[in-house]
């Protein structure tokens, strides 16, 4: 039968493809394709977008309104009329836009109607706009130093700006990892505790240049210094720049700063040195600007002159709530009431001995505010002189109570915790050498396991809930985004038991779900020292209680006052103001000699250099002889802990 027979015909209009013909497009179509030169890697320029949507999600910045607006105006009247002047000449330099133009540009070109909205809006800049780094484009070091001198010539600005870092990678070097963790939760559990105040962070730029070369000259003949303040929270904060030092041709990014909102902004005084015969400075002029007066600007930036010598450029981002920080201190033994073991109670008691022994211990949030109020119960009974003492109470009534509020003080130092009682932790069962376990008032339950074959114990944690949707893990030692992996930290090569011994105390909470497949830190816990950091989405109490039980579990298996539980009296804290734990980071980019404190980075980098240190007032640990035998004896506070 022929080809032309085998056809089936309807209405005159062939229904049939010969099979030669099927062929012969096919063989055209595969023609076609191969003909067809691709000039780019798709693969890398696809990662390479995948890092630019995630340090987009990252920024958290970015999706604040203020931001947003001022973004869409700098790509509309600055961006786009600097690509359309490249045509003046004849061999444009590649540019590179920062972070917030990129953004815009990226949406811009995923108009609903792409790519014919976004084609009638660039077609007059067709040959301008591939002279730009794009998304997916391997952005070079030079191509962006050349961008950075383009933009100050033409606009007298500084190229960057808070939060306009460049994403793209540079000749395979990946950007810096900032020092603070910028992820924003959805929603804040922790609002049903009234003592409780959330944080709030924002990223700090500082640009300076010298109005003129005559300042320039002038400035090599003289010792006047350029020095940036913070106006509250962190008082001891004096870094100085000599203005000799500072250019007059370019802006540069002198100060790049994390600061919490309450810090309320920065000073930049010009002083000149004394003389031999006359120590100290004296201040020749002062510039003073303050977040409010930054985020009512449009652009988030503000311009100054200070004594008519040095312009600056400030610019911050809007402030996102950050981490929750807290920490535990010792204070003074407390009754079955919560009232502090002492004669004031007693004679207001008209006399009736306290029943019950508590270690105390006084939760502190960043600011040194009191918020929560951790007692762990010891002992039951009461002291009588000559007759009763307090005894230690079996393992099952050893339990960790959490109070919301701060101490009601009677007296000085002297006074009742809270009454309102947030959260307990329950023994599940007597604590041995290989296995402890801990059943939570939140629903979950800790279980920690140890190898009896080590010397040293070392724990692993499992963590089980029952009212939570999403399944957890405690992880030992700094995770993720808590993770030290810069190329400068010389720890990294130490060797494993040195960086064992420095990961340990820390223990990272990640919460694994359907949004976070891969999971989620969401707490970061030193047990050792009762410090935690976590996120608005992670419970307070319940991140309190797991740091406090992890602390009587590993002191009572190594018999051992590992986290100093054994102290009973209340420690002088750092003054108030002076450097606020939290308060200023300073970012890597920005670290001198001069900037080099514990305190200005976060604090896991360096726990115990942050957390113990008090200056001239540090307090060691004090001897037994400061307690009184009405509180137990050291003896009964031992046995309860760590035997």
């Known amino acids: 039968m022929s080809e032309k027979e085998n056809c089936v015909s309807g209405g005159g209009v062939s229904e049939c493809t010969s099979t030669r013909s099927v062929s012969s497009d096919v063989s055209e179509e595969e023609s076609a394709v191969a003909a067809i030169a691709i000039s780019v890697d798709l693969v890398a320029a696809a990662r390479r977008n995948i890092s630019f949507l995630r340090n987009v999600e990252d920024a958290d910045w970015l999706h604040q309104t203020p931001t947003l607006l001022e973004a869409i105006r700098r790509y509309d009247e600055v961006w786009m009329p600097l690509i359309s002047d490249l045509t003046v000449d004849s061999r ?93 939760s959805d929603s ?126 400030t610019s911050i981002t809007p402030p996102v709530q950050a981490p929750y920080l807290l920490k535990c201190v010792p204070d003074n033994v407390t009754d079955d009431s919560g009232a502090m073991i002492s004669d004031v109670i007693l004679r207001l008691n008209q006399y009736r001995p306290q029943r019950g022994r508590w270690l105390s211990r006084t939760v502190l949030d960043h600011t040194g505010r009191e918020c929560f109020v951790v007692r762990v119960r010891v002992g039951g009974g009461f002291w009588r002189r000559g007759g009763e003492s307090p005894e230690a109470v079996k393992w099952e009534d050893r339990i960790i109570e959490i109070r919301e509020g701060s101490w009601s003080y ?70 993720m985004q808590y993770e030290l992996i810069s190329k400068d930290d010389n720890r990294l090569n130490r060797g494993e038991e040195v960086a064992n011994e420095e990961e340990e105390g820390f223990v990272t909470l990640i919460r694994f779900s359907d ?52 102290v009973r009296r209340r420690f002088k804290e750092a003054k108030l103001g002076a450097r606020d734990w939290g308060s200023v980071i300073v970012d890597p980019s920005s670290c001198s000699p001069t900037i080099s404190s514990p305190h200005l980075q976060p604090w896991y980098w360096n726990p115990n250099a942050v957390m113990t240190h008090l200056g001239d007032d540090q307090t060691v640990r004090q001897p037994t002889s400061n307690y009184s035998l009405v509180e137990g004896g050291d003896k009964l506070y031992k046995q309860g802990i760590i035997t």
């Open 92 to 184: 444009p330099p590649m540019l590179v836009p920062p972070l917030d133009i990129e953004w815009v540009w990226f949406c811009h070109s995923l108009n609903p109607s792409y790519p014919t909205a976004y084609a009638a809006d660039v077609c007059h800049m067709e040959a301008e706009m591939a002279k730009v780094v794009g998304p997916w484009d391997n952005a070079r070091h030079e191509d962006a130093e050349e961008t950075n001198k383009l933009w100050q010539t033409i606009f007298d600005h500084p190229y960057e700006k808070a939060g306009g870092r460049l994403v793209a990678e540079w000749e395979g070097d990946k950007p810096a990892k900032p020092p603070v963790y910028w992820m924003v």
């Open 188 to 313: 804040d559990v922790n609002t049903k505790y009234k003592s409780l105040q959330p944080r709030f962070l924002l990223e700090v730029c500082v640009f300076v240049r010298l109005r003129s070369e005559t300042d320039a000259m002038q400035a090599d003949k003289t010792r006047e210094f350029l020095r940036l303040r913070i106006l509250r929270c962190h008082r001891d904060l004096k870094v100085d720049k000599l203005i000799s030092l500072l250019p007059s041709t370019s802006w540069q990014r002198l100060w790049h700063l994390y600061c919490e909102f309450g810090t309320k902004g920065i000073t930049l005084e010009l002083r000149h040195p004394g003389s031999l015969c006359f120590k100290g400075t004296s201040l020749l002029d002062n510039v003073s600007i303050t977040w409010t007066d930054l985020l009512r600007a449009t652009s988030l930036t503000i311009g100054a002159e200070v004594y008519q010598k040095v312009r600056t450029f």
């Open 410 to 479: 009677v007296t000085g130092s002297i006074g009742k915790a809270p009454e309102k009682v947030v959260g307990v932790a329950k023994p599940k069962e007597e604590t041995n050498e290989t296995r402890s376990s801990w059943l939570f008032s939140t629903g979950d339950e800790l279980t920690i396991h140890w190898e009896s074959t080590s010397s040293m114990p070392n724990p692993d944690f499992m963590l089980t809930s029952q009212s939570s949707d999403s399944s957890v893990r405690l992880l030992k030692g700094r995770k």
């Open 515 to 566: 949004d976070n497949p891969n999971g989620k830190a969401t707490a970061l816990l030193n047990w050792k020292l009762l410090v935690v950091e976590f996120l608005p989405e992670e419970d307070a109490v319940f991140v309190l209680l797991l740091c406090m039980a992890i602390l009587r579990s590993v002191s009572e298996t190594r018999k051992e006052d590992i986290g100093s539980l054994l």
